[in-house]
C-alpha cells in the first residue's frame, strides 16, 4: 500500500522502514543481512527507507549502499530517505569540534553527494533538514533546494523536528512535502501544539519517528502509563475477537489521524516489519481510539 506525501509528492509505502539500528548503534547487521532485508521487504510492500547521514557514526549509509550494490535492480523499487544538518563529534569526524547544527547550502550540498555516494545512487527521493538550527537561513536553504533539484541530485524536501513556526517559515520559501516528528501513545505533544493540524492544512502527510514510544510498552518493568495502554490495548484486541499484536494497535491509533501519519518502524527484524504493515488492515473506531488516549493520558478528554 503507497501514499502520496503531498499534492505533487513523491509516492511512499504506507510504513517506512527506519534503518538507525541496523548497523552500528544496533543490530550491527552484515552486507548479506541487509540486503536479504531490503529485498524481504520490498517483497512486502513495504518500499520506504529512512536514513540519515549520522546513523551509525556515518556509516550505515555506506553499509546499506554496499548491500544495493549487489542487487542494483532494487533501487527502481524503493525510496530512499535521509537527512543531514547535525554534525557529531564522533572518530569519523575528527574536524567537529562541538555538536552542532549547520544548515549551510556548502553543509547541505557536501552532505547530499556523500550520501548519494555512500548510498550507490545517483538521486534521493527525499532530503530532510533534520534539526532545526537557530542559525538557519530560509532563503539560503531554499536556494540550495533548487540548485540540488535541478541537478536531479534530490527530487523532494522536507523537515524533521520543526516546529509550525520554523516550518512554515522555511515552506514560504520552498515547498516542503513533510515534516517527521516524534509522535506515539508516548508522546502527544504534536497532537495537540498544532504540528499535525498543519500538516492537514498544507495536505501533507507527516512522518512519525519513534511510534511505538521506543518499546517502552514492552519492557520488563513498564511504568504506569505503558501499564494502562498495555492492558487497554489487550482489552480492544480481546473484545475484537481478532487475531491483532498490541503493536500493531499502537501503530493503527497513530494512522487513524486524519492528517494521514506514515509510522517510521525501526526494526531489523522482518517479522515485526510484516505485522507492522498488516497494521494499515486495521481501523480502530473513533471510541478506540480515544480510549488508547485516554490511557495514555490517564484522564478522559475535558
Known amino acids: 500500500m503507497t501514499t502520496s506525501l503531498s499534492e505533487h509528492g513523491p509516492r511512499f509505502s504506507r510504513i517506512v522502514f527506519g534503518v538507525m539500528k541496523w548497523g552500528l548503534w544496533g543490530h550491527q547487521l552484515n552486507t548479506r543481512d541487509m540486503l536479504r532485508l531490503i529485498e524481504e521487504s520490498v517483497a512486502y510492500g513495504v518500499t520506504t527507507f529512512d536514513h540519515a547521514d549520522i546513523y551509525g557514526n556515518y556509516t550505515t549509509e555506506a553499509e546499506f549502499g554496499e548491500a544495493l550494490k549487489l542487487q542494483p535492480s532494487l533501487r527502481d523499487k524503493i525510496q530512499l530517505v535521509t537527512k543531514c544538518g547535525i554534525k557529531m563529534q564522533v572518530p569519523q569526524r575528527p574536524h567537529h569540534r562541538i555538536k552542532s547544527y549547520d544548515t549551510s547550502p556548502e553543509h547541505i550540498r557536501a552532505s547530499v553527494d556523500r550520501s548519494l555516494r555512500n548510498l550507490n545512487t545517483d538521486y534521493i527521493d527525499l532530503l530532510l533538514i533534520h534539526r532545526p538550527s537557530p542559525l538557519m537561513d530560509a532563503d539560503l536553504i531554499a536556494g540550495e533546494f533548487e540548485y540540488l533539484k535541478k541537478e536531479g541530485k534530490v ?7 520543526f516546529t509550525r513556526a520554523q516550518f512554515d517559515l522555511l515552506n514560504s520559501r520552498f515547498p516542503l512535502v513533510t515534516n517527521q516528528v ?12 498544532g504540528t499535525l493540524d498543519q500538516c492537514q492544512q498544507h495536505r501533507i502527510r507527516p512522518m512519525a519517528w519513534s511510534p511505538l514510544g521506543g518499546g517502552s510498552i514492552f519492557s520488563a518493568s513498564p511504568d504506569e502509563q505503558a501499564q494502562r495502554i498495555l492492558s487497554t490495548a489487550q482489552a480492544i484486541i480481546e473484545r475484537r475477537e481478532q487475531d491483532i499484536r498490541v503493536d500493531q494497535l499502537l501503530l493503527a491509533w497513530l494512522m487513524r489521524h486524519p492528517s494521514g501519519i506514515l509510522p517510521v518502524v525501526g526494526t531489523a527484524r522482518i517479522e515485526r516489519l510484516k505485522a507492522a504493515a498488516d497494521a494499515t488492515h486495521i481501523m480502530l473506531s473513533r471510541e478506540e481510539w480515544f480510549e488508547l488516549l485516554q490511557a495514555s493520558t490517564g484522564s478522559e478528554v475535558a
Open 155 to 161: 527530487r523532494y524536501f522536507g523537515v524533521s523536528n
Open 182 to 193: 516524534e509522535a506515539s501513545l508516548f508522546h502527544l505533544p504534536p497532537f495537540t501544539d
